[in-house]
Each structure stands twice: as structure tokens, then as C-alpha cells.
């Protein structure tokens, strides 16, 4: 598996505090079968992430994690703010493309419902070359949210929901509706600590989403053969 939206670079965001907790979730991930980390820190007005040194802070997690043997890869990523967007000329947001694919940018809706000026960010992003993989729409939900996205996947765009809340209690009904109407394509830990908070671990929300009748069939390309597309850059296709 790959998680697509981690926040494990260390002390730049509000993601890992140091260098021993960014350790300490690539570890987490390789216990639960996550070969892969695209590290995506924030990319928006309230975090000052310089994206030129994100390359050098990827090689050095990359060599400690070989240090200590810890065989989960970290791939070059970042969680760009829609509201950053026009902010950002077409090189940086190269480098911030999922895995380096030159392709899929996670982008981060603004606080509050999916709305037109998200939908205009988006046709923004994809006039420019790139596609959008939509971040965690669970925290934007309005009362036309699954219509908004089945646009926006119209469009070429897919989305990423957050692996955690398929297993919690209180929110994985909303998750699973989302799921039942063809709008979770892939999935990301967004965790932001080994310490607290959500782990880095998507086995769980896989089998949650093996009960999905739409999905069911197609689980391992939600969680292996989308997510590896991504991350060269290729357009998958939904296959439901």
C-alpha cells in the first residue's frame, strides 16, 4: 500500500515534532504494510514551508530511515492549499506533485463545504497541466457534497479520504455513504505524529471498505493500483 497524504517530515508543519517522530511513523507504516510515504507537508499562508528545501529534508529522512533500518520509502509530495494555488508558479507546483509524477497535486479545500470557488481552483489547476486529488472532503461536507465531487471526478480530478475515520465509530457511516456513491478513490493516513493522533496505517479502512458493495470488487485498486498510478503520474480510471 501507499499513503498518499502523510504529514512526516520532521518540523515543518504541524506534522512530525522532530526527527525520532518522523522515524517512529515511517516504522508504523512498514508494520502495517505501507511501502510507501508521499510526504505532503502544508502548503498554505499559516505554515512556512519553503518548498525549494523539501528535496534535502526527503533525503535526509530518506538516509536515517536506512540508518535504522526501516525499509518504508518517503516520495516527494505536499498538501497545497487551494487558496495557495495561484500563489505558486507551474515549477514549485512540479515539485510538489504526488510521488514526483509530474501529475497529481493534493489539494486542500478551503475551511467550510466544498464550494464554487474550490470547483474553480480545480479547473485552475487542471488548465495548468496538473489534476487534482482532492484531500480529506470528509472535513468540507455540505449538503451537495457527493454531487460537487461526481463533478469534479467528471472533470478528471479523484479524491482521497482520510483512512482513520472508516473505523471510527462516529464517523465512518458518513465515510462509507461516501463510499457507497463512487466518490473514494484512494486513501491517505493524514497522520501528523507517531504521538497522537491518527496513525500512519490504512489496512484497517482497506477492510472497511471491502464490506462497500460498489467497492468490494475493486479494493486493491483502491489501495494498490491507484495510488502507485498517481505516483507515476498516470490518470487512472475509477473502475466503478
Avoid: K, N
Wanted: aromatic share 2%.
Amino acid at each position: 500500500m501507499l499513503d498518499l497524504h502523510c504529514h512526516i517530515l520532521p518540523g515543518l508543519d504541524d506534522g512530525a515534532r522532530d526527527l525520532d517522530d518522523a522515524v517512529a511513523m515511517a516504522f508504523q507504516a512498514e508494520a502495517d504494510g505501507v511501502v510507501a510515504i508521499c510526504a505532503t507537508p502544508h502548503i498554505r499562508h499559516d505554515h512556512d514551508v519553503r518548498i525549494a528545501e523539501l528535496p534535502d529534508r526527503r533525503t535526509e529522512l530518506s538516509a536515517t530511515l536506512r540508518d535504522r533500518r526501516c525499509a518504508t520509502r518517503v516520495l516527494a509530495g505536499g498538501e497545497v492549499a487551494a487558496t495557495a494555488l495561484d500563489g505558486l508558479d507551474d515549477a514549485e507546483l512540479l515539485s510538489l506533485t504526488l510521488g514526483g509524477g509530474g501529475r497529481w497535486i493534493l489539494l486542500e479545500p478551503a475551511p467550510g463545504p466544498v464550494d464554487d470557488a474550490f470547483d474553480d481552483a480545480v479547473r485552475r489547476l487542471h488548465g495548468r497541466g496538473f489534476r487534482a486529488l482532492i484531500a480529506h472532503p470528509e472535513r468540507h461536507a455540505g449538503a451537495d457534497l457527493v454531487e460537487r465531487l461526481r463533478a469534479l471526478v467528471a472533470q478528471g480530478a479523484l479524491v482521497q479520504a482520510t483512512a482513520a475515520f472508516l473505523t471510527d465509530e462516529q464517523v465512518a457511516p458518513g465515510m462509507l455513504a461516501l463510499a457507497g456513491a463512487g466518490v473514494v478513490h484512494v486513501l491517505g493516513s493524514d497522520a501528523h505524529s507517531s504521538r497522537a493522533g491518527r496513525p500512519v496505517a490504512l489496512s484497517a479502512a482497506v477492510r472497511a471498505l471491502a464490506a462497500v458493495p460498489l467497492l468490494g470488487p475493486h479494493v486493491q485498486w483502491v489501495a494498490t493500483a491507484a495510488p502507485e498510478a498517481i505516483v507515476r503520474g498516470e490518470q487512472p480510471r475509477p473502475p466503478f
